[in-house]
């Protein structure tokens, strides 16, 4: 998976958030979740299953 498509997935994720602290703490939580990603050196067979999993969570905890 290469940087500027894990860039585009997260802002379109952040793109659905529109309340300032609601955005906000979004942001924060998908950018830990980049780092995440980054750190993870392998990617499973299925990267975007995985990738999926990690994009939609901040959306489903803060609904």
Same mark, same amino acid.
């Given at each position: 998976? &290469? #940087?500027?498509? $894990?860039?585009?997935?997260?802002?379109?994720?952040?793109?659905?958030?529109? !309340?300032?602290?609601?955005?906000?703490?979004?942001?924060?939580? &998908? !950018?830990? !979740?980049? @780092?995440?990603? @980054?750190?993870?050196?392998?990617? /499973? /067979?299925?990267?975007?299953?995985? !990738? #999926?999993? $990690? =994009?939609?969570?901040? $959306?489903?905890? =803060?609904?």
């Amino acid at each position: 998976i &290469s #940087k500027k498509y $894990i860039r585009e997935k997260f802002q379109k994720v952040e793109q659905r958030f529109y !309340l300032p602290r609601e955005y906000e703490d979004c942001q924060k939580r &998908s !950018l830990k !979740l980049k @780092m995440k990603i @980054m750190k993870q050196k392998r990617v /499973s /067979s299925k990267p975007n299953n995985q !990738l #999926k999993k $990690i =994009l939609y969570q901040p $959306i489903i905890k =803060l609904n």
